[in-house]
T-cell receptor, first 112, second 111 residues
Framework: GQQVMQIPQYQHVQEGEDFTTYCNSS?????IQWYKQRPGGHPVFLIQ?????EVKKQKRLTFQFGEAKKNSSLHITATQTTDVGTYFC????????????FGKGTLLTVNP | EADIYQTPRYLVIGTGKKITLECSQT?????MYWYQQDPGMELHLIHY???????EKGDLSSESTVSRIRTEHFPLTLESARPSHTSQYLC??????????FGPGTRLLVL
């Protein structure tokens, strides 16, 4: 079955440093989604990428979808303490399955 | 903010008890999901449904069961709770190819 690998598992940064998490799928995806889960909270949808090579920005967050639609990345510029949490990617298989597979997540901690 | 609700939010219960975790959404979504998540860990899909009278087991084997009699309601039942069931249970709903909206979760502690 489809596998979605996410690295790194953990990342600790000083406030102001940049942060990147990477996501790789074993199969070509229909789309990829990113979620953020604050400590003690539930996952909240951030963004969805659909097109090959797509790049989207949300303030300090930049999301990319690879040309082959099998990998993606989330980059945060100049992290802040409010960025703390676990970031999950989730790949959607196409066809008749439409199954969303979550990566294991990257836990980001920020030292003020 | 999505309209998806879970009750109870917290539950402490003794071994052997039967429990039902409730999940309701008012968005008319056909697809609903149950995930199990230990603190700081990955999401494990345990059940999902594509619509009324449709239920499927997820990737993680679970002793729980689900039902989908109404579009808006997707309860999860444990016939006999055990300490190994201690975890957070997250319900989510969504449309085909669309995002998943998560409820606030139920934190279950089985003594």
């Amino acid at each position: 079955g489809q596998q979605v690998m996410q690295i790194p598992q953990y990342q600790h940064v000083q406030e102001g440093e940049d942060f990147t998490t990477y996501c790789n799928s074993s199969t070509t995806l229909s789309n990829i989604q990113w979620y953020k889960q604050r400590p003690g909270g539930h996952p909240v949808f951030l963004i969805q990428l659909v097109k090959s090579g797509e790049v989207k920005k949300q303030k300090r967050l930049t999301f990319q979808f690879g040309e082959a639609k099998k990998n993606s990345s989330l980059h945060i510029t100049a992290t802040q303490t409010t960025d703390v949490g676990t970031y999950f990617c989730a790949g959607l298989e196409g066809g008749s399955n439409y199954k969303l597979t979550f990566g294991k997540g990257t836990l980001l901690t920020v030292n003020p | 903010e999505a309209d998806i609700y879970q009750t109870p939010r917290y539950l402490v219960i003794g071994t052997g008890k039967k429990i039902t975790l409730e999940c309701s959404q008012t968005m008319g979504h056909d697809k609903m999901y149950w995930y199990q998540q230990d603190p700081g860990m990955e999401l494990h899909l345990i059940h999902y449904s594509y619509g009324v009278n449709s239920t499927e087991k997820g990737d993680l084997s679970s002793e729980s069961t689900v039902s989908r009699i109404r579009t808006e309601h997707f309860p999860l039942t444990l016939e006999s709770a055990r300490p190994s069931h201690t975890s957070q249970y997250l319900c989510a709903s969504g449309l085909l190819e669309e995002t998943q909206y998560f409820g606030p979760g139920t934190r279950l502690l089985v003594l």
